[in-house]
């Protein structure tokens, strides 16, 4: 595939945003053989038939792609014939809009840019020809979120990307019949895309992911979070992405051949997320840090089978500011003293740290590096106890932002009312299951902690009813779920 896109000289993007025309797209079976056609508006040719005829499902995706971008070329042909037709053109139908078609189209492109991609496809266009001439300019087009339309007909997906040749993030979340032929026919169009998330989709292959990164060459995140189908032989495909430096593999079939691969074969990996994937061991983590401790500043992953071992290597990467295990019952105090190091934290989860002790949670917390959180989750900390919680309060309670102490079961009032007190900026406080709290003192919380939107109460079986219903009638923009899981929210009138 030409590298289209890869040029930095000034003015290219420009170039880039608006060049259609014949384009040869390689076809990668599963197996890696490659087959080339020459797909675009206008345009469909077979490049390569015998070696497809061998293959029934070869033969199936070539219909498809061939079937895919004829609808394609008379949906952008459509669209530009409607465009056009307004060109010279001053009816009643835009005279009616109270004169807001006589505006500039710089300034009516400005006003667009306000508007979603789905508020500009189903209320703007619709409205008349200038409007859909303008409302299709794809200076307006850089974001597509499809997550909440997740049966789009194909012709329909498609349609919409092809003619969105500036798009920069798109958003695919949930589709289950995502298709090889619509990756092949849409990703041609889009060579300018810098994150896709196809997390959720069904089909995720190294034929899909292989057209993403050749196509296109500014990809700099893949997200395939939940992706089943997505395994090793998925990742040989990832070195082609020349930028991809952030990548979500979380839940996926994943292997430390893997991890040792990406970490050796990508160049710069600034965000991972393998949380999800059990059985990733200490070794593969320890290759991974030897070749990314230098460009690595989020990090996502699953202790099932690690130990201090990890977090010892973890630590070396100076830029990390995010860190999130699940699962550490493999740890102990030796990890929490290691964590000490990092200097940049902002975001630190260690779930599930039976082994963790009060003392070592304590020294942890009289650590100066650790004032700078904005999120700190504990939850399933057994011996993260209210000398602990009242430790961290003044260590990093003015800069916490999210809170997580669920299961924490030993804390009691004490150390929830130095959260109410010394956490003022805390938007989201999580402490389901803390069975021994009353909860007298959240009736404070409108003054105390005037930011918290989200109080999650589920499992706190002393906390009545009545007083969660006091506390989100003073303060109305509080969402408060009580022991059974009930959403309680301030209702007008």
Request: proline share 3%; aromatic share 8%.
């Amino acid at each position: 595939m030409d590298d289209r896109g890869g040029s930095d000289s000034p003015g290219s993007e420009e170039r880039e945003s608006f060049s259609f025309g014949t384009e040869v797209v390689h076809f990668l079976d599963d197996e890696g053989n490659e087959n080339r056609f020459i797909v675009g508006p206008g345009v469909y040719q077979n490049g390569d038939t015998s070696s497809s005829l061998d293959d029934g499902s070869k033969v199936i995706i070539e219909n498809d792609i061939k079937v895919i971008s004829c609808e394609v070329e008379n949906l952008i042909s459509n669209t530009e014939k409607l465009s056009s037709g307004h060109e010279g053109t001053n009816n009643a139908e835009d005279v009616s809009t109270n004169n807001f078609s006589v505006l500039p189209r710089e300034l009516i492109l400005k006003i667009f840019s306000f508007f979603s991609a789905e508020e500009l496809s189903l209320c703007v266009t619709p409205v008349c020809k200038r409007w859909y001439e303008v409302g299709h300019d794809r200076s307006l087009w850089k974001e597509l979120d499809f997550s909440r339309h997740c049966e789009l007909p194909s012709s329909t997906l498609c349609g919409a990307i092809c003619r969105s040749t500036s798009l920069r993030k798109l958003n695919l979340m949930g589709r289950q019949d995502l298709s090889t032929a619509e990756v092949a026919v849409f990703s041609q169009y889009i060579p300018l895309l810098e994150s896709v998330n196809l997390g959720f989709c069904g089909g995720i292959n190294r034929t899909v992911i292989e057209y993403f990164v050749r196509n296109c060459p500014r990809l700099m995140e893949l997200n395939v979070e939940g992706c089943h189908s997505v395994d090793d032989n998925v990742t040989t495909a990832l070195p082609w992405g020349k930028r991809l430096k952030r990548f979500n593999f979380s839940h996926c079939n994943l292997t430390d051949g893997s991890i040792i691969l990406l970490s050796s074969a990508v160049r710069n990996i600034v965000s991972l997320n393998i949380d999800g994937i059990s059985w990733i061991s200490d070794s593969a983590i320890v290759t991974l840090v030897d070749h990314q401790h230098e460009n690595l500043e989020e990090f996502f992953l699953d202790g099932a089978e690690l130990s201090d071992r990890s977090v010892h290597h973890i630590v070396r990467c100076a830029k990390l500011h995010k860190l999130h295990m699940s699962f550490c019952e493999g740890l102990t105090d030796q990890s929490l003293r290691y964590i000490q190091s990092l200097q940049n934290l902002t975001h630190l989860k260690m779930r599930k740290g039976v082994y963790f002790s009060a003392e070592g949670l304590l020294s942890l917390f009289t650590c100066k590096s650790m004032s700078r959180l904005v999120e700190l989750d504990f939850s399933e900390s057994t011996n993260f106890v209210d000398e602990c919680v009242i430790q961290m309060t003044k260590c990093c309670g003015p800069t916490l932002r999210n809170l997580a102490l669920s299961w924490c079961w030993d804390i009691t009032d004490p150390g929830v009312i130095c959260i109410v007190d010394r956490c003022r900026n805390l938007e989201v406080l999580d402490i389901i299951g803390l069975h021994r709290i009353t909860g007298t003192y959240f009736n404070r919380v409108p003054e105390e902690m005037p930011k918290l939107r989200l109080l999650n109460l589920q499992q706190c079986n002393r906390i009545i009813d009545a007083l969660i219903e006091d506390v989100v009638r003073k303060k109305p923009d509080l969402k408060v779920f009580n022991y059974y899981g009930e959403l309680f929210v301030h209702v007008n009138g």
